[in-house]
């Protein structure tokens, strides 16, 4: 049993979807599930269409929904012939349950509204390349993760209930391998109790493969994506961009802590604990060498850099010029949990406290307007986080050449510098 999740760019256009056929066929007596992600931009287009809800502007909403519903609908046509109208049935049912909501008026948060919303994408897309794998021979079951993945409804970061859903792994998943070898389902998505979506956090379809290849005790786990490795950087960011071809479970989490978009922070505990191999090969040349994630020490790693746009800098200074102590620190952090904002770089003084925040402007104002009542409010944006793990000052003086530092925390291992 091995688990394969597929992301947008391996199922963004027909040719693509097509391309992923190919890669299976490698695969014919092998047990798989797969997790796929929304194709494309899918999943941006439906953050649109979900803040055009809420801010009232209804018809934007749903010509902006009705983009997304024909963009869906076309792929499909290109694709399939003797499943189309089964297919388009099931997009139907899966645009209605978007539909609906749109034409009403937003009386939640945001959060829950988006989870509703958002998660169609990862639908519609195992949708297709479910029905075009079966019309091209190769055998699948289609299944809707939220039957599967329980959750709380912590909208946009919800938490999975591992007992309930370790539960429906063993009763509605595992049987189906007595039928056929591969099971489709989304990544990214769960579902309450209450029958609401909920989403696990952005890139949250690495790990929803995670939990999958746990529960299901799984062989490995693979990450087909467009590069032909993990990098230590972003090639569209940096085109000398250098291969990695092995890495630990500790690393990897390191470059995900601090932002690194290859691997869902999540993704690595699950796999972890059961001591399952990770690997990322590129869908384009599955001959690449691809990378090597595993438990083992491993040496001489080249600089490993991670730039985060479009940061804030809140600067804290007590009120009375008392010391920052237990209590408002304590204070603090129960109001990061509560409006469920991490800060991505914390640095304390006598009388103030200073962090970096994605720039989350809902977020970043009930944060500003809480913590106004325990310290004087600063807030500064427009900054960039420059994090380099297995720095030499060669490459910080580089990368930091011409720029303002305005905060800069320093290890052994990792530099991080706050900039303008």
Excluded at 271 to 283: A, E, H, S, W
Excluded at 311 to 340: C, N, T, W
Excluded at 341 to 353: D, F, R, W
Aim: glycine letters at 4%; charged letters at 25%.
């Amino acid at each position: 049993m091995n688990v394969f999740k597929f992301g947008g760019a391996s199922v963004n256009s027909v040719d693509r979807i097509k391309n992923v056929a190919g890669i299976l066929r490698n695969y014919p007596n092998e047990k798989l599930l797969i997790v796929i992600s929304a194709m494309g931009k899918t999943t941006n287009a439906l953050e649109k269409v979900v803040e055009a809800f809420f801010a009232g502007k209804k018809e934007e909403a749903l010509n902006l929904f009705h983009i997304v519903k024909e963009t869906h609908l076309t792929t499909a046509k290109y694709l399939l012939v003797k499943n189309y109208n089964s297919t388009e049935k099931q997009l139907v049912d899966f645009f209605t349950e978007v539909e609906w909501l749109l034409h009403d008026k937003p009386v939640r948060e945001f959060d829950y509204y988006y989870d509703q919303v958002v998660c169609l994408g990862e639908l519609l897309s195992t949708a297709i390349v479910s029905a075009y794998l079966n019309e091209a021979g190769i055998s699948n079951t289609w299944v809707d993760v939220r039957d599967i993945f329980r959750t709380d409804d912590n909208f946009r970061d919800a938490n999975i209930n591992w007992e309930e859903t370790q539960q429906n792994v063993n009763n509605s998943i595992i049987p189906l391998y007595d039928k056929t070898n591969i099971v489709m389902t989304q990544g990214f998505i769960g579902c309450t109790d209450e029958n609401e979506s909920t989403t696990l956090g952005r890139e949250g379809s690495d790990y929803t493969a995670a939990v999958f290849a746990n529960m299901m005790d799984a062989a490995a786990q693979t990450i087909w994506k467009d590069v032909e490795s993990v990098m230590n950087a972003d090639p569209k960011q940096f085109p000398n961009a250098q291969p990695i071809y092995e890495l630990n479970y500790d690393e990897v989490i390191e470059m995900a802590y601090y932002g690194a978009q290859v691997i869902h922070p999540k993704t690595i505990k699950p796999l972890q604990n059961k001591g399952i191999p990770l690997y990322v090969k590129c869908f384009l040349d599955p001959s690449l060498k691809g990378t090597y994630i595993h438990d083992e020490s491993v040496k001489g790693l080249p600089p490993i850099l991670v730039v985060k746009d479009n940061q804030v800098l809140m600067h804290l200074h007590s009120l009375d010029y008392s010391f920052v102590g237990e209590k408002p620190i304590s204070r603090l952090y129960q109001l990061l949990a509560e409006i469920k904002i991490k800060p991505n770089l914390l640095q304390s003084g006598a009388v103030s406290l200073m962090l970096c925040l994605d720039d989350r402007s809902d977020k970043i104002e009930k944060l500003a307007i809480a913590a106004s009542e325990l310290f004087e409010v600063q807030v500064e944006k427009g900054l960039t986080l420059l994090t380099i793990r297995h720095y030499n000052q060669s490459i910080l003086a580089e990368m930091t050449d011409g720029k303002t530092i305005v905060l800069k925390q320093q290890s052994p291992d990792t530099v991080q510098v706050l900039m303008k």
